[in-house]
């Protein structure tokens, strides 16, 4: 099989020069040629998996979406994150009147042991009383005791959101006091706070798009296979990793097989 690289068009959207291509037909009439680290989802008898080109030995069986859902011209361009969202690793900052509005206790910014802790001593626990009453020991009750540095009966302008479901607050008194939201791990680590879209822009379609086509979603993350076509091709500053929460969906996929792997080294003009 013969392949060429358009060197003009590969500098364009290129800020470095692949190597090495490679090259993959499928037994259907499909072709596409892709860097060697791009990462296929495959299936064999193990089941689902993310595989470099490089390694496919051409008894995989590719995966790939049966149709491309479109919506309607008429359709709403409103983001639902508010449902969508994990509620319990979705950590969302409000404003200052908000939280002392809806007066959000002090443990609401805080996740597992440490928020029952914070919460039980908020409404005047001891020490030896949290230990008794929840399954926490008494060294770890008395460590955040001791390390607690904020003030117990002021509200918390972050919460999980689950708890600002819970509200059972209007979306348009939340569209004014929502600050930023974060994923938040179960060792309590959290992202950068991103202000959430309450609506579809063109931006963040073409994002979307971007992130279909260039990425992958791994451990919480939006990973790009290759950064330097998404920031050359769009002007648009893009890092290697960029956190993430994504939603649950559904989506039908078809399995293709592979009829001929190719390495094809790019042209030099």
Not at 165 to 192: G, T
Request: with cysteine; net charge neutral; proline share 6%.
């Amino acid at each position: 099989m013969t392949a060429r690289l358009n060197t003009s068009l590969r500098r364009t959207f290129f800020s470095k020069d692949a190597t090495d291509l490679v090259s993959i037909e499928t037994r259907d009439g499909n072709e596409f040629t892709v860097t060697p680290e791009h990462k296929l989802l495959v299936v064999d008898e193990t089941g689902l998996s993310w595989c470099q080109a490089e390694s496919l030995s051409g008894d995989e069986r590719i995966v790939r979406p049966l149709e491309t859902p479109v919506a309607a011209r008429d359709s709403s361009t409103s983001l639902d994150w508010l449902s969508s969202m994990d509620g319990d690793r979705t950590f969302v900052t409000v404003s200052e009147s908000f939280a002392e509005r809806y007066e959000i206790p002090a443990e609401e910014n805080y996740i597992k042991q440490k928020k029952a802790v914070i919460g039980c001593l908020r409404r005047g626990y001891s020490v030896d009383e949290i230990a008794s009453e929840h399954d926490i020991s008494r060294k770890t009750a008395a460590n955040y005791a001791r390390t607690i540095s904020i003030p117990l009966d002021e509200p918390s302008k972050t919460c999980s959101l689950t708890y600002l479901r819970s509200l059972d607050v209007a979306k348009s008194e939340l569209r004014s006091h929502v600050e930023s939201v974060r994923y938040v791990a179960p060792n309590n680590r959290r992202s950068r706070p991103i202000t959430p879209p309450w609506e579809l822009t063109p931006d963040l379609a073409r994002f979307v798009g971007l992130a279909i086509s260039e990425a992958r979603i791994e451990n919480g993350r939006i990973k790009f296979y290759n950064a330097e076509y998404v920031t050359v091709s769009t002007n648009m500053p893009i890092q290697r990793s960029a956190t993430t929460s994504p939603a649950t969906t559904k989506k039908k996929f078809e399995m293709t097989t592979i009829a001929r792997i190719t390495n094809v080294p790019p042209r030099v003009a």
